[in-house]
């Protein structure tokens, strides 16, 4: 059987990344010619596939009091969020950098949270002056300097405090951070102790309750626990007197990478609801922060081989896109599928070690994986579209690559490749 014939009509998860005879298609468009035209490394996002993940969410929530927030941090590029603001989302940022491209993407600064374990003074100004829905706080101490600032300014500043609930999200250690060792969110046995102190802070106004347990989460179980440990609180805090607006219940919904079934959005959204009801709390203001699984699935990277290069152990196939490029193999050993962008007849298939040209020996994309490669051949890491370009870095003075939105037949530029004088720009030398 020829390997070409043997690959999935479409791929499980990716419902605009196909392959049409021996192409891979990002929408209309195969991969191979996007290759070509704009260079390599590339991100490709297919429009359709952002819009459709985004559907997902608007969908249910129609009809119930639920608020979408956008985590920027998935992916920041500015036509992505340009997407999402012209669909009527609102953004989850964790920096003042975050909060500046969503207000020039077009993004509603009244639709902002603003999250993170330290904020700056002057990250907290600019949320307060730019007018954000809230302040997701996680100490005491963060409590009293956004207190400090919102009176210096003469302005009131809105804020839900992050609550760590301690339930374990069964993900990466690395992308945990609902778990009581975790640097996240203010313990549980402090927020009456915290929402107390609120109430003796003359610039603040609370708003809500916070917690985000971790990223890439496969199954509804922890969504639940954490949720019944938020429900506990609110019953707590509301009986000391405080009246809570909203529920922050943070993102987190994993997606396919190779053989996971995370619940849909629409599933997620309505055990959140089925919870809530049955607690006699369906009435309540529920904000969400997906990220990934809006963008995750909708991107891929093309990269083309530089060279195959056998040792006595392996066989690498040597990439024009490393770890700086996309960091989650390098980072949490992440695996993500990898296809050719053409496929061949697999006579002359190897397990392969997909590798960059950073010098550093954590830099490869795949492992052992069984390819067909000839040098010069482009190859698609998918579900590239979350924590890919938003985690690139210039490391071994690499500029950071091109990224292009597919929409149908057409293909737009959204972020030019960087130059070396981009590279070099703000550098000074000592004088002579
Ligand atoms: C990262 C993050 C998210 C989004 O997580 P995803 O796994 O991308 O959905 C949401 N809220 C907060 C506070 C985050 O830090």
């Not at 009091?65 to 920027?72: C, G, H, K, T």
């Not at 990223?215 to 509804?220: C, H, V, Y």
């Not at 619940?263 to 904000?287: C, F, K, M, N, T």
């Not at 695996?335 to 020996?361: F, K, N, T």
């Amino acid at each position: 059987m020829s390997h070409a014939a043997s690959l999935p009509e479409t791929l499980p998860g990716h419902p605009h990344i196909a392959r049409r005879g021996a192409s891979l298609m990002i929408e209309s468009l195969p991969a191979s010619e996007l290759a070509q035209r704009f260079g390599t490394p590339l991100y490709v996002y297919s429009r359709a596939g952002i819009e459709q993940a985004a559907r997902a969410y608007s969908d249910a929530a129609r009809g119930r009091p639920l608020a979408l927030r956008y985590a920027v941090k998935a992916n920041s590029s500015l036509a992505v969020l340009q997407l999402l603001a012209r669909q009527g989302w609102g953004f989850d940022v964790v920096s003042g950098g975050e909060l500046g491209r969503v207000l020039a993407a077009g993004g509603d600064a009244a639709r902002v949270v603003f999250s993170g374990v330290g904020k700056t003074r002057d990250e907290i100004a600019a949320a307060l002056r730019a007018g954000v829905q809230c302040l997701n706080v996680e100490s005491l101490s963060e409590l009293e300097r956004v207190d400090r600032v919102a009176g210096e300014l003469g302005l009131v500043a809105p804020v839900s405090l992050r609550i760590n609930p301690d339930v374990d999200p069964r993900t990466h250690p690395y992308i945990s951070t609902g778990l009581r060792n975790n640097k996240f969110g203010i313990a549980q046995t402090q927020a009456r102790q915290a929402y107390a102190r609120c109430a003796g802070l003359a610039n603040l106004r609370v708003l809500g309750i916070d917690v985000h347990i971790g990223s890439q989460i496969t199954q509804i179980g922890p969504y639940l626990d954490a949720l019944d440990r938020v429900l506990e609180l609110v019953h707590d805090i509301e009986r000391d007197g405080i009246t809570l607006h909203h529920l922050d219940l943070g993102g987190g919904l994993g997606i396919r990478y190779a053989d996971e079934t995370p619940p849909s959005p629409g599933e997620w959204i309505d055990a959140l609801y089925e919870r809530l009801q049955s607690r006699g709390q369906g009435h309540r203001q529920v904000l969400l922060e997906p990220g990934r699984s809006v963008v995750g699935n909708a991107g891929v990277l093309l990269c083309r081989v530089l060279t195959l290069k056998d040792t006595l152990e392996r066989h690498f196939a040597v990439v024009d896109a490393a770890m700086n490029d996309l960091m989650r193999p390098a980072l949490y050993e992440a695996w993500q599928r990898i296809e050719p962008a053409q496929a061949r007849d697999g006579g002359h298939s190897r397990r392969y070690d997909v590798v960059g040209p950073v010098c550093e020996s954590g830099d490869w994309l795949g492992r052992d994986r069984l390819l067909d490669l000839r040098e010069d051949d482009v190859l698609a890491i998918l579900s590239a579209g979350a924590y890919g370009m938003a985690m690139a870095s210039n490391y071994n003075t690499r500029g950071r690559a091109a990224e292009v939105l597919v929409d149908g037949e057409q293909a737009h530029l959204i972020r030019e490749r960087e130059s070396l004088d981009d590279l070099l720009r703000g550098e000074r030398m000592l004088a002579p």
